[in-house]
């Protein structure tokens, strides 16, 4: 079993598009949650 599989796992709205999604931490209201796709897009690239 995987530590991914362990997670609580909560609902949540994307602050970008507004659909419904699941994120492995409790929102909170001062910080935007954003669905998979939406994180892509405002992800800082990495630096190496």
């Known amino acids: 079993m995987s530590f991914k ?3 609580e796992m909560h ?3 994307c602050a970008d598009c507004g659909k419904e999604c699941e994120v ?3 929102p ?3 910080r935007p ?3 998979k ?3 892509q897009k405002h992800r800082k690239p ?3």
């Open 5 to 7: 599989d362990e997670r």
């Open 11 to 13: 609902k949540a709205t």
């Open 24 to 26: 492995p931490f409790k």
């Open 28 to 30: 909170d209201e001062d």
């Open 33 to 35: 949650v954003y669905c």
């Open 37 to 39: 796709d939406c994180f």
């Open 46 to 48: 990495r630096s190496f």
